[in-house]
């Protein structure tokens, strides 16, 4: 009648002694063998699985477990919310394994899961802006943009923000998609302090808004080209002659 106690304890033990295999062994002996044991038991049991399998790197195990310990009912809101943390990173280390096997599709998937398993984790906003660079890598444009925009949309203010605009104006100019293409190229020029970038990403918006052809917006931005960049004069010269 004490199995199931005796079996937890040595989990827990086993997985301090970093046997993390062993652990995850008995740990199921509990599970599968003793279903009826106190609740406390079969969380602990699920606990050592989780733990041990990140360990080890057997992160979809992790994500099992995980969410059978966050199905139980608990009132330690703390340990809660450091377990929804830890099943976002089981699930974006799933993201990370398949980008290092080039499977893009499938690393984007389990990044964008996080979004709906963990919508509140800190890892989130990194896990969809791997997910567009994955789709990116794809060539999968129109949800490459989607994510990037929900991003945008999600964090204004993230560190990435600048990044993400440069995404977003590549995936539109990839798809010939010129007029929005070069809407992102002047958000860019509007984002930036880097001269270099400024100067290049008017240039592009204006070759962009040429091509659709909209001599109006090419007009509007080669002024202010000219207006923001008067030197090297060689080249605002050239500028003045376009206008």
Do not use: C
């Amino acid at each position: 009648e004490k199995a199931s106690v005796i079996l937890a304890a040595a989990a827990d033990n086993l997985y301090e002694m970093k046997d993390f295999q062993l652990a995850i062994n008995t740990a199921h002996q509990l599970i599968k063998n003793y279903p009826g044991s106190p609740l406390d038991l079969i969380r602990s049991a699920w606990l050592v699985v989780a733990y041990s399998s990140f360990d080890i790197h057997k992160y979809n195990d992790a994500e099992v477990a995980y969410v059978k310990v966050l199905a139980m009912p608990s009132k330690d809101n703390a340990l809660r919310a450091k377990l929804i943390e830890n099943l976002a990173a089981s699930v974006y280390k799933q993201g990370e394994q398949a980008n290092l096997l080039q499977q893009y599709k499938v690393a984007a998937d389990h990044f964008l899961r996080i979004r709906k398993l963990a919508p509140n984790s800190k890892i989130r906003s990194t896990a969809e802006y791997d997910a567009a660079t994955a789709l990116i890598k794809l060539k999968d444009w129109e949800k490459a943009a989607s994510v990037l925009f929900a991003f945008r949309k999600m964090y204004p203010k993230h560190k990435y923000r600048t990044e993400v605009t440069k995404k977003i104006a590549y995936v539109y100019r990839e798809d010939k998609k010129h007029f929005k293409a070069a809407k992102e190229f002047e958000r860019i020029f509007a984002e930036s302090k880097d001269r270099q970038i400024q100067r290049e990403s008017l240039q592009i918006a204006a070759e962009l808004y040429q091509k659709i052809p909209d001599k109006q917006n090419t007009l509007r931005v080669y002024q202010r080209y000219v207006k923001y960049f008067p030197s090297p004069l060689e080249e605002s010269l050239e500028i003045h002659a376009k206008i």
